[in-house]
T-cell receptor, first 114, second 113 residues
């Protein structure tokens, strides 16, 4: 069974610093996809970035990048130059095409300090 | 396009009552998912569907039922509500099994007392 682990329940980071949110996953499949979502205090889910298991390069989307280490089964989200608006819950999720389930980790609550 | 629409936004149920949470999407997505999110926690998959007429259990299916008679609609039925089902319920959809992310509804906040 697939599993997502986010080991940092909460983090405090100074504004304008870079921050890394950890995500490790467990799967026996070679083909899978990894997603990161942001959930502000308002509750909506916002898609940030995607990494496919066969992608040759680490994904980037603006200030978001993914440090994908396939052998270690980790897909850490890096936010560069953090902003106050980055304060939110962040979730890592994995999709396995063989059964189409999309499973989420428990999340990391990020607090950006002014 | 409205995207994914969930109704109601809020609901209070008494123990033992039943209700249906509605979810509709107008994007012609084949894949639809129901999650629950307990306070301060991640999303747990309840049920999902890969197309009309096909549903499958997720991580926490007990106490729930679903149906998928059309591509657009994916209602979640709670039978005999229990306090443990107090949660925020999210419905989501995606068009395919590849890079496309989930499109989420705004959630239904359910309290069972």
């Amino acid at each position: 069974a697939q599993k997502i682990t986010q080991t940092q329940p909460g983090m405090f980071v100074q504004e304008k610093e870079a921050v890394t949110l950890d995500c490790t996953y467990d799967t026996s499949d070679q083909s899978y996809g990894l997603f990161w979502y942001k959930q502000p205090s308002s509750g909506e889910m916002i898609f940030l970035i995607y990494q496919g298991s066969y992608d040759e390069q680490n994904a980037t989307e603006g200030r978001y990048s993914l440090n994908f280490q396939k052998a270690r089964k980790s897909a850490n989200l890096v936010i560069s130059a953090s902003q106050l608006g980055d304060s939110a819950m962040y979730f890592c999720a994995m999709r396995e095409p063989r059964d189409d389930k999309i499973i989420f980790g428990k999340g990391t609550r990020l607090h950006i300090l002014p | 396009n409205a995207g994914v629409t969930q109704t109601p936004k809020f609901r209070i149920l008494k123990i033992g009552q039943s209700m249906t949470l509605q979810c509709a999407q107008d994007m012609n997505h084949n894949y639809m998912y129901w999650y629950r999110q307990d306070p301060g926690m991640g999303l747990k998959l309840i049920y999902y569907s890969v197309g009309a007429g096909i549903t499958d259990k997720g991580e926490v299916p007990n106490g729930y039922n679903v149906s998928r008679s059309t591509t657009e609609d994916f209602p979640l039925r709670l039978e005999l509500a229990a306090p443990s089902q107090t949660s925020v319920y999210f419905c989501a959809s995606t068009p395919d099994t590849g890079r496309s992310p989930l499109h989420f509804g705004n959630g239904t906040r359910l309290t069972v007392t």
